[in-house]
């Protein structure tokens, strides 16, 4: 049986990645997942994409995402747009949360805390209070709310 603790934890390589998604990371771990976590595991595209209540313009790249959520234990990975966020223990804290890079630009550090609350993933960023990344199960639906500034309804893919 492999842990989590011994699978390294996964970063976003320099400059992102690019063409075929890599990964998975989590096959070999066997914990299951804890207490309160939502099953978010799998390979998700938008579905709907809203911003201010309304449909987001067709033209907007958000309509093109497709993200894989990976979880094992209190760890979760997600890959999507050409970045890597391992959250090694989601536990509220930013030592044990995503230490990594901006999606905009692939460069500007960032930490990240994750928490389960009610059923759903809270992401809070480091120096930014307030700033809240949620995502939860809906259904055969994953929700997505990145803090005001779009929604988005995605269906499993994989």
């Not at 400059?15 to 207490?35: K, N, Q, R």
């Not at 993200?67 to 044990?96: K, L």
């Not at 929700?143 to 893919?157: N, P, T, V």
Request: net charge negative; with cysteine.
């Amino acid at each position: 049986m492999t842990s989590i603790l011994d699978i390294p934890r996964v970063n976003t390589p320099t400059g992102g990645w690019h063409g075929e998604m890599p990964g998975p990371f989590l096959t070999a771990a066997s914990e299951p997942l804890i207490a309160g976590a939502p099953d978010l595991r799998g390979t998700w595209r938008a579905l709907e994409v809203t911003m201010n209540g309304e449909p987001a313009p067709e033209n907007m790249p958000m309509w093109k995402h497709v993200e894989r959520i990976e979880q094992a234990g209190d760890r979760v990975i997600v890959t999507a747009g050409h970045v890597i966020h391992d959250f090694a223990h989601v536990d509220g804290s930013f030592d044990n949360g995503c230490h990594d890079v901006l999606e905009m630009d692939l460069k500007t550090p960032m930490v990240v805390a994750a928490s389960y609350e009610d059923g759903v993933l809270v992401l809070r960023p480091q120096g930014i209070p307030g700033i809240e990344v949620k995502r939860w199960r809906e259904g055969e639906y994953l929700m997505w709310e990145y803090h005001g500034a779009f929604s988005m309804k995605l269906e499993r893919i994989i």
